[in-house]
């Protein structure tokens, strides 16, 4: 069932520099996009979300991009920061529910 | 800053024993989840509860899960019967409207020998 896809399981950017994380889906039931990054021995944590209903959203150094046509979504971290060095999940929600429906994450390794 | 906490951190338990993994999600929150990721897989979806019931479930969630929520502040998860597969990481999250943002704890891992 891969209905939410990260098809880079890695990504290495120099500090200061722009991360672009990326993410396909393939069921259009989804109403809702999430991006979550995950340490090492700890839960997801919420960075920023999007609603179909917009193309863009952002919240300080994180935008998250929506092209519903296209079926993709992308998460630009700008500047990158060494603190910013972990796992990043994208998640989406189906009208109706609140089940989120996960990636298999992207490693980010920002480098001094 | 409010956050979702789990309680044990690390279960270790033999096959076929029940165990309780215990939750306490943000107070306000009145949506809650239990997600589950095995080791080098993604994060899984296991059920979803609102107002006393379960309000959605995965397949993965068969008839050896339960759900309860005992009084005004914990969450718990319940494996009747523990298989070897049920080793995971197992998150709970909670939510509130008008958002749909989860808020994850961080994990039980629970190992099954």
């Known amino acids: 069932d891969q209905q939410v896809k990260q098809n880079s399981p890695s990504l290495s950017v120099q500090e200061g520099r722009i991360s672009i994380l990326n993410c396909d889906y393939t069921n259009s039931m989804f109403d809702y996009f999430l991006w979550y990054k995950k340490y090492p021995a700890e839960g997801p944590t919420f960075l920023i979300s999007i609603s179909s209903i917009k193309d863009k959203n952002e919240d300080g150094r994180f935008t998250v991009f929506l092209n519903k046509s296209a079926k993709h979504l992308s998460l630009h971290i700008v500047p990158s920061q060494p603190g910013d060095s972990a796992v990043y999940f994208c998640?989406?929600?189906?009208?109706?529910?609140?089940?989120?429906?996960f990636g298999t994450g992207t490693q980010l390794k920002v480098e001094l | 800053e409010p956050e979702v906490t789990q309680t044990p951190s690390h279960q270790v338990t033999q096959m076929g024993q029940e165990v309780i993994l215990r939750c306490v999600p943000i107070s306000n929150h009145l949506y809650f989840y239990w997600y589950r990721q095995i080791l080098g897989q993604k994060v899984e979806f296991l059920v979803s509860?609102?107002?006393?019931?379960?309000?959605?479930k995965s397949e993965i969630f068969d008839d050896q899960f339960s759900v309860e929520r005992p009084d005004g502040s914990n969450f718990t998860l319940k494996i009747r019967s523990t298989k070897l597969e049920d080793s995971a990481m197992y998150f709970c999250?909670?939510?509130?409207?008008?958002?749909?943002?989860?808020?994850f704890g961080p994990g039980t891992r629970l190992t099954v020998t």
């Open positions: 509860f609102y107002n006393n019931e379960i309000s959605e």
């Open positions: 999250a909670s939510s509130a409207p008008p958002t749909y943002e989860q808020y």
């Open positions: 998640a989406a929600k189906a009208g109706g529910g609140n089940k989120l429906t």
